[in-house]
C-alpha cells in the first residue's frame, strides 16, 4: 500500500552533520504528518520530529535547535537535516507516514513505517 525507503543514515563524528531522506511511494490519495523517530538501544522508540501536510513541525526538546525537519509534497519525501550531532543521537530511525491509500474504490488512512537507518555518532 505504501512503501517507505530510507536513505542518509551513517556514523559521524560528534559534533558532525547527517541528512536524512524518506521517500513514499504507492497507492497514495494523500499524506498527513510525517515523522521521525528514533530507537536506541534498550530504550523505547521515541518521536523525533514531524511535519504536517501544510508545514508545522515539531520536535522533542533534545533535538529542538539542532535537527530541522522538513518535507517536499510533490516527491512524497520528508527529510531530517541533523546538526551538531552527539553520541546520545545514536540510534535507528524510522520515518513514519500518516496516509491515505486507494485499495479498490475505498480510500483508508493508515499509519506506515519505514525499515529504519542507523545513525551513530562516535569520535
Known amino acids: 500500500q505504501v512503501q517507505l525507503v530510507e536513505s542518509g543514515g551513517g556514523l559521524v563524528q560528534p559534533g558532525g552533520s547527517l541528512r536524512l531522506s524518506c521517500a513514499a511511494s504507492g497507492s497514495i490519495f494523500s499524506i498527513n504528518a510525517m515523522s521521525w523517530y528514533r530507537q536506541a538501544p534498550g530504550k523505547q522508540r521515541e518521536l523525533v520530529a514531524a511535519?504536517?501536510?501544510?508545514?508545522?513541525?515539531n520536535y522533542t526538546d533534545s533535538v529542538k535547535g539542532r535537527f530541522t525537519i522538513s518535507r517536499d509534497n510533490a516527491k512524497n519525501t520528508v527529510y531530517l537535516q541533523m546538526n551538531s550531532l552527539k553520541p546520545e543521537d545514536t540510534a535507528v530511525y524510522y520515518c513514519n507516514a500518516n496516509a491515505v491509500v486507494v485499495i479498490a474504490v475505498t480510500l483508508i488512512r493508515g499509519d506506515y513505517w519505514g525499515q529504519g537507518t542507523q545513525v551513530t555518532v562516535s569520535s
Open positions: 511535519i504536517t501536510s501544510g508545514g508545522s513541525t
